[in-house]
């Protein structure tokens, strides 16, 4: 197995166990989508904690691995062709671990498609928006006069929790009966949203039924409960 003494960011996050795969993350709500898959698929790894509070992301060690200097990333020693292989984006490293161990990802074609796009389906609208709805809601949106944009984000991510509703209805996970990374991209947003933004009455959330069953059975799975707190924050 080749070394990674090559990877600039082990130099500043030393490596202690280099044969297993590396996680650079904080457990926000897209840093524990890689946390939780790592937990669920069973995969030796070693987190390290970046800290994007002060501003590690974007350390040129951190650069290095991910030029757009946001978290998560991983290197995997034993990537394809048995060489260590470097990837960000959360979206992109649940896709690449599910087929690496062919776990939380159906193997017939049209289901993996499905439950791809409700990976997409996370990354293009529910992460954005939800975000969005926290800055706006709990940081420093709060000390604009003009409501109208967080009152957008906040319709918009009415919105979005609906089509989470009618899709959960009659369904225990995204897909029906199988748990796979469509719920996993998903419920550390859901959570955040109406936990750490506090933006559950802003959102209606009281209103769904089928949202908040399914996140009350994620959150009872004992790998989201690690992978929710890896990397600890000391």
């Given amino acids: 197995m080749s070394t990674l003494a090559a990877f600039p960011i082990t130099k500043r996050w030393p ?4 044969d297993r795969l590396q996680l650079y993350s904080l457990n926000t709500p897209n840093g524990v989508k890689a946390s939780i898959m790592l937990e669920e698929v069973g ?12 501003n590690e992301s974007w350390l040129p ?9 946001k978290i998560p990333a991983i290197i995997d020693p034993d990537g394809p062709g048995g060489k260590p292989f470097c990837l960000f984006e959360s979206g992109a490293i649940l896709l690449y671990l599910a087929e690496k161990t062919g776990k939380l990802l159906p193997a ?27 800055f706006f809601h709990k940081f420093a949106g709060r000390d604009y006069e003009d409501k109208r944009p967080r009152d957008r984000y906040a319709t918009e ?21 199988d748990y796979t990374i469509a719920d996993i991209s998903l419920l550390g947003w859901v959570r955040n949203l109406v936990g750490f933004y506090e933006a559950a009455e802003l959102v209606d959330y009281a209103a769904l039924s089928n ?7 994620c959150l009872l799975r004992p790998a989201v409960q690690r992978g929710l707190e890896i990397p600890s924050r000391g």
């Fill in 61 to 69: 060690e951190y650069l290095a691995l991910n030029p757009n200097g």
């Fill in 15 to 18: 490596a202690q166990h280099p």
């Fill in 157 to 177: 991510s009415k919105r979005l929790l609906g089509v989470l509703e009618g899709r959960l209805d009659g369904r225990t996970w995204m897909m029906g009966e």
């Fill in 108 to 134: 017939d074609p049209a289901l993996r498609y499905e439950t791809i796009q409700w990976v997409f389906f996370q990354m293009a609208a529910v992460g954005p928006m939800f975000g969005q709805v926290g």
């Fill in 43 to 54: 995969l030796p790894y070693e987190p390290h904690l970046i800290d994007i509070m002060k």
């Fill in 211 to 217: 949202v908040p069953a399914w996140l009350d059975r």
